[in-house]
């Protein structure tokens, strides 16, 4: 139930087409859906959040769409570049009080030019 | 800047040797995380600090230590007992543990065994 499973685990678009990574929960207390982004030997960063309560939210060309019902949120990508070229990371954190992220495994995405 | 500074950046381990990781912030932030990253793998949580002189283990904490004397400070040492130490190793920060606060994450060390 603590899980947050992420797929594809690798993915190659071409340039200007549209990226989408899913990821899918059981755990209905999690309330708060980040997304972080990872170049090799980097840390991740912040990319994008949602909270339950809203079914979309865009900035720029990145978009997080949520499926409440069917448990399940994803990553859209749109006009993919190559240099979006990264390790994306879904992640959800229960209502607590230390906010702990449960990860998923990560999808390797590549843009070919 | 204001950011993470994890330091070195790539540190050797021998046999039976602790060694210790370096994370220093200067966001302010209260809550401060490790976390260790394998290839393939998610981000798994060692340890975690709400505040100054307090940490609570995370779910891979055996063979790990930590201490936070300073709000600005949160460093790890992967002891003799952690067998199996190689990996890619992440500290972040965040406002709080309480909030919906973003984690601001260092780039990361890794460690390797002689």
């Known amino acids: 139930q603590q899980q947050v499973k992420q797929s594809p685990q690798s993915l190659i678009v071409q340039k200007g087409g549209i990226s989408i990574i899913n990821c899918a929960y059981e755990n209905t207390a999690f309330d708060y859906f980040p997304w972080y982004q990872q170049f090799p030997g980097k840390g991740p960063a912040l990319l994008i959040a949602?909270?339950?309560d809203v079914s979309e939210k865009k900035e720029g060309r990145f978009t997080i769409s949520f499926n409440k019902s069917a448990k399940q949120f994803s990553l859209h990508i749109m006009d993919s570049q190559p240099g979006d070229s990264a390790t994306y990371f879904c992640?959800?954190?229960?209502?607590?009080?230390?906010?702990?992220?449960?990860w998923g495994l990560g999808t390797s995405l590549a843009v070919n030019p | 800047d204001g950011g993470i500074t994890q330091s070195p950046k790539y540190l050797f381990r021998k046999e039976g040797q602790n060694v210790t990781l370096s994370c220093e912030q200067n966001?302010?932030?209260?809550?401060m995380y490790w976390y260790r990253q394998d290839p393939g793998q998610g981000l798994r949580l060692i340890y975690y600090s709400q505040i100054v002189n307090d940490f609570q283990k995370g779910d891979i904490a055996e063979g790990y230590s930590v201490s936070r004397e300073k709000k600005e400070s949160f460093p790890l040492t992967v002891t003799s007992a952690q067998k199996n130490p190689t990996a890619f190793y992440l500290c972040?920060?965040?406002?709080?543990?309480?909030?919906?606060?973003?984690?601001?994450f260092g780039d990361g060390t890794r460690l390797s065994i002689l």
């Open positions: 949602i909270r339950p």
């Open positions: 992640a959800a954190s229960i209502r607590g009080n230390n906010r702990k992220l449960i």
């Open positions: 966001l302010n932030h209260d809550a």
């Open positions: 972040a920060s965040s406002l709080q543990a309480r909030s919906n606060q973003p984690q601001h």
